[in-house]
């Protein structure tokens, strides 16, 4: 039985080059998702069980652009680990946002590792595999 991995991020180049990374660690089925609100919707549905989400900071932008409500992965990060089911849930989270202080930001939000962008898939791909174990 495979294990789901979710990418969330609404940028479809960096989701599939995440996808063809992870998708090299064994037993692992990966999914992409574009934006928080699919990605809760789909957490929240009783059939899915989900190993390890790698989620982008600043989700939802063309959601924003066209009268939705924007979303970042902290707000994400936020909103899981208050649900009991999702407190050991593996969470990687990624950005191209240049605040130093992001990173501790992003552990003490329940963040179990932070890339920043530029990074690199392997990596990514390594770190998950660590904490799949």
Same mark, same amino acid.
């Given at each position: 039985?495979? @294990?789901?991995?979710? &990418?969330? $991020?609404?940028?479809? &180049?960096?989701?599939?080059?995440?996808?063809?990374?992870?998708?090299? &660690?064994?037993?692992? !089925?990966? =999914?992409?998702?574009?934006?928080?609100?699919?990605?809760?919707?789909?957490?929240?549905?009783?059939?899915? !069980?989900? %190993?390890?989400?790698?989620?982008?900071?600043?989700?939802?932008?063309? /959601?924003? @652009?066209?009268? /939705?409500?924007?979303?970042?992965?902290?707000?994400? &990060? @936020?909103?899981?680990?208050? $649900?009991?089911?999702?407190? =050991?849930?593996?969470?990687? *989270?990624?950005?191209?946002?240049?605040?130093? *202080?992001?990173?501790? =930001?992003?552990? !003490?939000?329940?963040?179990?590792?932070?890339?920043?962008?530029?990074?690199?898939?392997? %990596?990514? @791909?390594?770190?998950? !595999?660590?904490?799949?174990?």
């Amino acid at each position: 039985m495979s @294990r789901l991995v979710l &990418i969330v $991020e609404d940028s479809e &180049i960096c989701a599939e080059t995440l996808q063809i990374a992870l998708e090299l &660690i064994p037993g692992v !089925e990966v =999914r992409s998702i574009h934006s928080r609100r699919a990605a809760i919707a789909m957490l929240n549905d009783p059939g899915s !069980e989900v %190993a390890a989400i790698v989620t982008d900071l600043n989700l939802d932008l063309n /959601g924003a @652009r066209s009268g /939705g409500s924007p979303g970042d992965g902290l707000d994400l &990060i @936020r909103q899981l680990r208050a $649900e009991p089911r999702f407190a =050991r849930v593996p969470i990687l *989270l990624i950005s191209g946002d240049s605040d130093p *202080l992001l990173s501790a =930001r992003a552990l !003490e939000q329940g963040a179990d590792a932070f890339f920043a962008k530029p990074y690199s898939p392997s %990596a990514v @791909r390594r770190k998950l !595999e660590q904490l799949l174990c």
